[in-house]
Nanobody
Framework: QVHLVESGGGSVQAGGSLRLSCAAS?????LGWFRQPPGKEREVVAV????????LYADSVKGRFTISQDNAKNTVYLQMNTLRPEDTAMYYC??????????????????WGQGTQVTVSS
C-alpha cells in the first residue's frame, strides 16, 4: 500500500512559477504527476523512475517543468516555471509499483493523491 500526500498549488499569473510536492509512503517504481483540465481527460505531465532517477515529460511541459525527488524524504517535486493559462488543472500525484505498461497510461498507476488545484491567469 502506498499513500500519497500532495501539497503546493494555488493561483498565479502567466509567466509565474509554482512548486508541487508529493510525499510517498512505501516502495514505488514510478512517481509522477498527472493533470486534469476542466472538462478534459487526465493526462500525464512528468514522471520519475524512483530507483534510477530518470525522468520523462509530456511535450507540452518540456523545458518549463522539472520533476525531481528527495530520496531521504521519499518526496517528489514538480517545479513549474513559465506557467501558461493552459496549465490550469487539477494536478494529481500518482504512483506505480510495476514496470509493466506505458508511463503515459494512467490506467497503469496503482495509487493516487487527492489532487491540488493550479490556476494560471492571463
Amino acid at each position: 500500500q502506498v499513500h500519497l500526500v500532495e501539497s503546493g498549488g494555488g493561483s498565479v499569473q502567466a509567466g509565474g512559477s509554482l512548486r508541487l510536492s508529493c510525499a510517498a509512503s512505501g516502495s514505488t517504481y514510478i512517481l509522477g504527476w498527472f493533470r486534469q483540465p476542466p472538462g478534459k481527460e487526465r493526462e500525464v505531465v512528468a514522471v520519475i523512475f524512483t530507483r534510477y532517477g530518470s525522468t520523462l515529460y509530456a511535450d507540452s511541459v518540456k523545458g518549463r517543468f522539472t520533476i525531481s525527488q528527495d530520496n531521504a524524504k521519499n518526496t517528489v517535486y514538480l517545479q513549474m516555471n513559465t506557467l501558461r493559462p493552459e496549465d490550469t488543472a487539477m494536478y494529481y500525484c500518482a504512483a506505480r509499483v510495476s514496470p509493466a505498461g506505458s508511463w503515459r497510461d494512467r490506467g497503469t498507476y496503482n495509487y493516487w493523491g487527492q489532487g491540488t488545484q493550479v490556476t494560471v491567469s492571463s
